[in-house]
């Protein structure tokens, strides 16, 4: 079974400065996918960026990049540039083995200006 | 380009009455998946189908709850006998195929009175 684990409940940032948003996950499989999805207060999740398990680069999509540790199974989420429509709820999730997608319990992300 | 749409929005019942919900995926993606979301957790899998056949489902899943996605296109999500326990977020999600990005929908709120 997996488990993915996020220690946050909360975090702030200060418009235009970056942010690091920690996640551990825990898998018996060799082969599995990792995401970061954000969910804005009452809109829809949209996923944020995705990654390998089998690729050592780490992602990135613009001002979103992970640091991705596979021996300390480690998934974190860096925001750069950090802008008020940054915040939202952040979930990272896992998918290996199964198709389902496995969710950490979230990180509420405010941008103060 | 069409999202995932699902209908309806929201929904108040009574304890004890039965509730259909609709999810209909991207174009072309043969996966289709149900998650429930409850208050300050993050999602969790209750079943996914590839075309028509329904090919994994979580413990979750009570007796209570039936999906269905016919000829492969939309899905329904019936609860029969709603339990106050019931009240969350069902989230639908669509994919290409295995492996690919999972691409949520707006979710369909349930409050069980």
């Known amino acids: 079974a997996q488990t993915v684990t996020q220690s946050q409940p909360e975090m702030s940032v200060q418009e235009a400065e970056t942010v690091t948003l920690s996640c551990t996950y825990d898998?018996?499989?060799?082969?599995?996918?990792l995401f970061w999805y954000k969910q804005p207060p009452s809109r829809q999740m949209i996923l944020v960026i995705r990654?390998?398990?089998?690729?050592?680069q780490n992602a990135t999509e613009n001002r979103f990049s992970v640091n991705f540790q596979k021996a300390a199974k480690s998934f974190s989420l860096k925001i750069s540039d950090s802008q008020l429509g940054d915040a939202a709820m952040y979930f990272c999730a896992a998918q290996g083995g199964s198709e389902k997608l496995v969710f950490g319990k979230g990180t509420k992300l405010t941008v103060n200006p | 380009d069409t999202g995932v749409s699902q209908d309806p929005r929201h929904k108040i019942t009574k304890r004890g009455q039965n509730v259909t919900f609709r999810c209909d995926p991207i174009s072309e993606h043969n996966r289709l998946y149900w998650y429930r979301q409850t208050l300050g957790q993050g999602p969790e899998f209750l079943t996914y189908f590839q075309n028509e056949a329904q090919l994994e489902k979580s413990r979750l899943l009570s007796d209570r709850f039936s999906a269905e996605r016919p000829k492969g296109s939309f899905s329904t999500l019936e609860i029969q006998r709603t339990e106050q326990g019931d009240s969350a977020m069902y989230l639908c999600a669509s994919s290409l195929q295995g492996g690919d990005t999972q691409y949520f929908g707006p979710g369909t709120r349930l409050t069980v009175l």
């Open positions: 990654q390998e398990a089998y690729k050592q």
């Open positions: 898998t018996s499989e060799s082969d599995y996918y």
